[in-house]
Structures are given as structure tokens and as C-alpha cells.
């Protein structure tokens, strides 16, 4: 079973950038389809990015496209979410996930498909 550590988050300004990591550990990630949801204080957890086990497909949030660039090193077995152009908006807890995919190309975006969760990371973007 894969266990999943987030890291990377923390404080920044807005206009700043911050590179989240979601390190895997048990099994490797490379046949695992992975993607990052955030929950912000008093709303539901929501989708950000999503990107298949080959790292081939990758999926967005409509609203982050162009500001958050999800990717994974299978060397490292490691995910990443590059997130610049940071907005207050932007705070919440990070959280990466995965799930076991047959399907070399197939995106997951919906939380309910996905089987493997991390503790998740603070991200707080001040004004």
C-alpha cells in the first residue's frame, strides 16, 4: 500500500509562489493515477489538479489553469503542485491522493475515486 507525506507548505504573500511534494513511500507511484484537492476553512474539499500514472494527461480546476502546474518525478516517487501567482483565495490545506490505475491515461478528478490519502499541508497566502 502507498503511503503519501505532503510537504511544502507555508506562509506567503500574494503574487508569491510555493512547490507543494507529496512523497510516496510502500510502493512505487508509477502506476498510479494522483492529484491534489485543497479545503479551505467552512467550504467542501475541492478539486485542483490531476495527472495520470504516466504523467502523459494532466487535468485543472478551471479557476487555477495558467497559475498551478501539477507534475510527478516517478524517479523520486514523488508528486509536485508548482503553484505561483498566489491568492488570498488560495489558503487552505493541500492534499494529495491516489488511487491504482489500470489506464495509463486516465485523469481522476473527483475525490470519491481516489483511494489513498495524505495528512495534507497548510498553505495561508496573506494580502
Known amino acids: 500500500q502507498v503511503q503519501l507525506v505532503e510537504s511544502g507548505g507555508g506562509l506567503v504573500q500574494a503574487g508569491g509562489s510555493l512547490r507543494l511534494s507529496c512523497a510516496a513511500s510502500?510502493?512505487?507511484?508509477?502506476?498510479?493515477?494522483t492529484g491534489w484537492f485543497r479545503q479551505a476553512p467552512g467550504k467542501e474539499r475541492e478539486f485542483v489538479a490531476a495527472i495520470s500514472w504516466s504523467g502523459g494527461s494532466t487535468y485543472y480546476a478551471d479557476s487555477l489553469k495558467g497559475r498551478f502546474t501539477i507534475s510527478k518525478d516517478n524517479a523520486k516517487n514523488t508528486l509536485y503542485l508548482q503553484m505561483n501567482s498566489l491568492k488570498p483565495e488560495d489558503t487552505a490545506v493541500y492534499y494529495c491522493?491516489?488511487?491504482?490505475?489500470?489506464?495509463?491515461?486516465?485523469?481522476?478528478?473527483?475525490?470519491?475515486?481516489?483511494?489513498?490519502w495524505g495528512q495534507g499541508t497548510q498553505v495561508t497566502v496573506s494580502s
Open positions: 510502500g510502493r512505487t507511484i508509477s502506476s498510479y493515477a
Open positions: 491522493a491516489a488511487v491504482a490505475s489500470m489506464r495509463r491515461e486516465t485523469i481522476y478528478t473527483s475525490e470519491y475515486e481516489y483511494r489513498i
